[in-house]
């Protein structure tokens, strides 16, 4: 079965405290790994999609990475616009209709 | 301005009631997506439309129903029999290819009185 897990499920950063979100998977087959940005009671933002091992890529303060069995998301300098929960998901090659499994989310919180 | 439009915001049920909740987009999407999100948990696939009058399940089917009769919407029934209706629900939609991206809509949050 796929699955996804994300951790930790909280982080409480200081401005400019540089930290990284873990998302591990477990696919038969890795098609893509995405990540999303979610604000409070908003749908999802695309941020990232991942297709193979060694695959890096970046935005303003967000760089993800992808291995074999995980992908990172490392925030450098946050700000506390990047307060928000960050969701991960995977894509399996057997997947029907392009189905995503998403993992549980990070809620990250940037205090000033 | 291109994008998912989802209607209402907020939607109250009382029990025993059937609703309905709307999803258009206008990016020429063939694929369309429903969602649902509760607290501490990964989003939930419900059913997924590849294609106009052709729908399929997703993981939790049960108690929902779509159709699928515009490219652009894709509304999604909350039936009487779903037993735990009160959630986030999301719908989202892609071109349709291969490890093409999902883009969302801003959400209905549906509680059951």
């Known amino acids: 079965e796929d699955q996804v897990t994300q951790s930790p499920e909280a982080l409480r950063l200081q401005e400019g405290e540089s930290s990284s979100l873990n998302c591990s998977y477990t696919v038969s087959g890795l098609r893509g790994l995405f990540w999303y940005r979610q604000d409070p009671g908003k749908g999802p933002e695309f941020l990232f999609t991942?297709?193979?091992a060694g695959e890096e890529k970046e935005k303003e303060r967000l760089k993800a990475t992808l291995t074999k069995k995980e992908s990172f998301l490392h925030i450098t300098a946050p700000k506390p616009e990047d307060s928000a929960t960050y969701l991960c998901?995977?894509?399996?090659?057997?997947?029907?209709?392009?189905?995503?499994?998403f993992g549980g989310g990070t809620r990250v919180l940037v205090k000033p | 301005d291109g994008g998912i439009t989802q209607s209402p915001k907020y939607l109250f049920r009382k029990e025993g009631q059937n609703v309905t909740l709307s999803c258009e987009q206008n990016l020429n999407h063939d694929a369309m997506y429903w969602y649902r999100q509760d607290p501490g948990q990964g989003l939930r696939l419900i059913y997924y439309s590849q294609i106009v009058n052709d729908f399929q399940k997703g993981d939790i089917a049960e108690g929902y129903s779509v159709s699928r009769e515009k490219k652009e919407s894709f509304p999604l029934t909350v039936t009487s029999a779903q037993k735990n209706p009160t959630a986030f629900y999301l719908c989202a939609s892609s071109i349709g290819q291969i490890t093409d991206t999902q883009y969302f809509g801003p959400g209905t949050r549906l509680t059951v009185l």
């Open positions: 991942l297709y193979s």
């Open positions: 998901a995977v894509q399996p090659i057997k997947a029907a209709g392009n189905k995503l499994t």
